[in-house]
């Protein structure tokens, strides 16, 4: 029984972490604070190359990146264990646990937990409020360190979109200003000529193609979750929902062709044949010819050529065969 996502073993995804936030952070200052010395009197700029804002997007990106650390360590070191089972090992670990109102049987814990807990196969314990199991932060999030998941995940989005918007930026000011820009000239001065300019580029384009990919997958968790909430359900509830509706369509798209089949099979039988209402193109039934574009029936024929024939002039491609009943009645296009 694993206790939090420290214990071992540990994730590769939760170790890979480990070297995101500092290639992030250090990237991060690598490209945007060392451009930020004041340029010499000497070179044709005047003034620093980043102004006042950009100071402040990036005091806004290590507080944000401080959060996230903050919330994910804590998030990481808690255990998520449910309540039941808890007071049970602590109380009497060889005894018997009572049921009740509100409580179930985990056959793999062998105690009475509650009806909201789940048993992670991850960790080897039933979780209070179960939510998910994390592979991230190697740890299940439930009821005891879901808002410091979430605070974490909006705190990573927070500041991996604001270090996007700022490496795009730089970028934009080093391909768009040219040789004489405040950025290149502070670049090349600070890696040496051009090949410098070319390998700090080089890298910032890297860098943002890194962050793109990140912005991407945390700001769909970030959304996921926001409508969780909106809908008051925890990611093991929407599983378990989009499982039922998978289940449901399928069962439905499986009737619905049985139904077809026996459609089928029951004009077969008796000696039906499908029109187009198009091109009337058809086998004989009853007392029609079935020739060419003649009408079979001087009934229910003529009201579907009717209504072919007004359909194709305002437009509608019909696209559908018509097949007649035996008493001809309307049939839906």
């Known amino acids: 029984m694993r206790k939090n996502g420290l214990t071992a073993p540990l994730n590769a995804l939760q170790v890979l972490t480990w070297f ?128 410091p998941f979430f605070h974490c995940v909006c705190a990573v989005f927070a500041f991996t979109s604001l270090e996007l918007v700022a490496t795009a930026v730089l970028l934009a000011r080093f391909y768009v200003d040219g040789e004489d820009g405040g950025v290149r000239v502070r670049i090349v001065e600070l890696y040496g000529g051009d090949t410098g300019a070319t390998v700090f580029a080089g890298f910032a384009l890297a860098f943002a193609a890194a962050l793109l990919v990140t912005v991407g997958m945390i700001a769909q968790l970030f959304f996921f979750h926001v409508n969780l909430q909106r809908r008051g359900i925890t990611t093991y509830q929407y599983v378990v929902e989009d499982a039922k509706r998978c289940q449901e369509e399928g069962r439905k798209k499986k009737e619905r062709e049985k139904t077809r089949k026996e459609e089928e099979k029951r004009r077969k039988e008796m000696g039906q044949r499908q029109v187009c209402v198009v091109c009337w193109v058809g086998g004989e039934r009853g007392g029609g010819t079935g020739n060419g574009g003649e009408r079979v029936d001087n009934g229910g024929a003529e009201r579907y050529n009717s209504d072919a024939s007004n359909s194709y002039e305002n437009g509608v491609e019909l696209t559908e065969m018509i097949v007649r009943d035996d008493d001809m009645k309307e049939a839906e296009i």
């Not at 102004?51 to 070191?77: H, P, R, T």
């Not at 179930?104 to 937990?113: I, N, R, S």
């Open 20 to 147: 995101l936030f500092p290639f992030f952070i250090i990237g991060y200052t690598v490209l945007s604070f060392l451009p930020q010395i004041s340029v010499p009197s000497s070179l044709p700029t005047t003034g620093p190359v980043w102004d006042a804002q950009n100071y402040i997007l990036g005091s806004l990106v290590y507080l944000f990146s401080l959060l996230g650390i903050y919330c994910g360590g804590q998030a990481c070191s808690i255990d998520p264990i449910d309540n039941h089972l808890q007071t049970h090992l602590l109380t009497n670990p060889n005894g018997r646990s009572k049921g009740g109102p509100g409580k179930t049987f985990c056959w793999v814990c062998q105690v009475h937990v509650s009806s909201s807990s789940k048993h992670c196969r991850f960790c080897e314990k039933c979780v209070h409020e179960f939510d998910h199991h994390c592979q991230w932060l190697n740890t299940c999030v439930g009821g005891k360190n879901y808002r």
